[in-house]
């Protein structure tokens, strides 16, 4: 089985259902899978061969999804790169993962024109749009004229994405996935959810991120379901797809959730379509969770804990178990197996911290170009993730920190999540992270940094207060940094 080969079951059996719905572009799974194919037998008739690694820097779009599921099609390795880098950001993607050609949107010519200089393994710019620079080739120029599939031999072994971690730890590092893991993702999906070709789903979160791009558009895809894509996330205009699409599953970063809480008169847009929601690529503060579900009249939520490198895969709290361990990241499912271990590897305590291992079909064949760096978090087919995580007795995980994030104050160890959690309590308070910084006298001190609601002005002292009535002294934060808003990773 292939990725694509849902596409192409659904272009023969419901080729008259709407796939996709893009700002005023309509199309039918029969339309969307011969746009595939277009960009497909494209890049067959330019040379490009089975294996070939091609690159994308494109936003949420329909032309996103005709490229690639076309560069899948005609059998080669999709790279999508994060839209929001610089010129020479890309270029280090573009050099290591020694990609021959790049899509990229019309906005981006000249971002990803400057990231090319210099680089002789692009063999072809292809830009979404009407404009280009230079020697770019516009993608309507480019595609082909046959809307037949093409004759590709693709096995489920083959090399499907190389996914580009956030680079939080160092320069980014490729993921390798092939068709096999990525189809166990959506799998997976599929059966978590309760899906079926019923559902209506709304693209919003970026995606060349694996989360936004396997768990739900590669499903929504092998499925059948409606694909409203959105170019990027407004709150406003995500409230009004739910209410005119009917959007039935949902899926956002906490940021997001946090967001549309802040909409003006919100009540007016009818959102009861939504029976389920999922958050996950960063922790969900329990009173974010609990408003959301106000917000959706629901408590049909699910937290999807899991990593790039996992696919991603990893832990997931269902709905009925948010009742009892709401604030927990979830436990291993039917089909992955997780643990929590010490230094030596042994498995810890309940209540103890150690790191948060993985193991299932999803898993990444490993770093691309990197069998050092690979060796390192795959071992005896365990995933090392890099996370710190408690266990419970029942086996729920609850993520506290990274690894290499933790802060060590006066010998304490200090996880951030746990210290976020009771500053996202704060009723003026919109955002938070928290930091270590360099202490002369206790090694690291705990720093926040807060993004305060909109009209409000925190009192520093009266937040140190807040703090100390439910954190241990030496967690309380002791520089508090107010800003405008929090940088974030493309993982949100």
Request: aromatic fraction near 8%.
């Amino acid at each position: 089985m292939r990725i694509f080969d849902g596409l192409e079951r659904n272009a023969r059996n419901n080729q008259d259902k709407t796939a996709i719905i893009f700002e005023d572009n309509v199309y039918t799974y029969q339309q969307y899978n011969e746009r595939v194919n277009q960009v497909a037998n494209a890049l067959i008739n330019f040379g490009a061969k089975k294996g070939d690694n091609i690159a994308m820097m494109m936003k949420n779009s329909d032309q996103f999804a005709f490229v690639y599921y076309g560069i899948l099609k005609a059998g080669c390795v999709a790279v999508p790169i994060n839209f929001r880098l610089t010129a020479s950001e890309a270029s280090y993607i573009l050099n290591d993962s020694d990609s021959i050609l790049v899509f990229a949107d019309e906005d981006l010519s000249e971002t990803i024109q400057k990231a090319c200089e210099g680089n002789e393994k692009i063999r072809l710019q292809v830009i979404a749009g009407s404009a280009k620079r230079g020697d770019q080739v516009l993608l309507s120029e480019f595609q082909s004229a046959l809307t037949e599939n093409p004759d590709v031999d693709v096995e489920e072994s083959d090399d499907a994405e190389i996914l580009y971690t956030s680079g939080t730890t160092g320069l980014p590092k490729g993921v390798v996935l092939d068709h096999h893991r990525v189809i166990h993702v959506a799998l997976g999906t599929m059966i978590m959810f309760k899906m079926g070709t019923e559902d209506r789903l709304l693209h919003i979160a970026p995606m060349f991120h694996c989360a936004q791009l396997n768990l739900f558009f590669v499903t929504g895809t092998m499925l059948g379901c409606l694909n409203v894509i959105r170019k990027e996330f407004d709150p406003l205009q995500t409230l009004k797809d739910i209410d005119e699409h009917k959007i039935s599953l949902f899926f956002g970063v906490p940021t997001m959730y946090n967001f549309l809480l802040q909409v003006p008169n919100r009540e007016r847009f009818d959102v009861s379509s939504v029976k389920r929601c999922g958050y996950g690529a960063a922790p969900m503060p329990v009173s974010l969770l609990k408003q959301s579900m106000k917000l959706f009249s629901t408590d049909q939520f699910y937290n999807m804990c899991g990593q790039t490198e996992g696919g991603p895969g990893g832990v997931y709290l269902l709905p009925d178990e948010h009742k009892t361990k709401m604030g927990a990241s979830g436990k291993a499912n039917y089909i992955t197996d997780v643990r929590v271990v010490d230094d030596s590897g042994k498995d810890v305590k309940p209540g103890e911290v150690g790191e948060f291992m993985i193991k299932c079909e999803s898993v990444m064949k490993g770093y691309y170009k990197k069998p050092e760096e690979t060796a390192k978090v795959l071992k005896d087919g365990w995933l090392y993730t890099g996370d710190l995580a408690r266990i419970d007795e029942d086996g729920y995980i609850t993520l506290v920190d990274r690894k290499k994030d933790m802060i060590i104050s006066g010998g304490e160890n200090i996880y951030s999540t746990e210290v976020e959690q009771v500053i996202y309590k704060h009723p003026e308070i919109l955002e938070a992270a928290v930091i270590g910084v360099p202490h002369e006298v206790w090694g690291e001190a705990v720093a926040a940094v807060i993004v305060p609601k909109e009209g409000k002005k925190i009192d520093v002292e009266e937040f140190r207060q807040f703090c100390r009535q439910k954190l241990a002294g030496y967690k309380v934060p002791r520089m508090v940094f107010e800003v405008d808003h929090l940088p974030r990773n493309a993982s949100g």
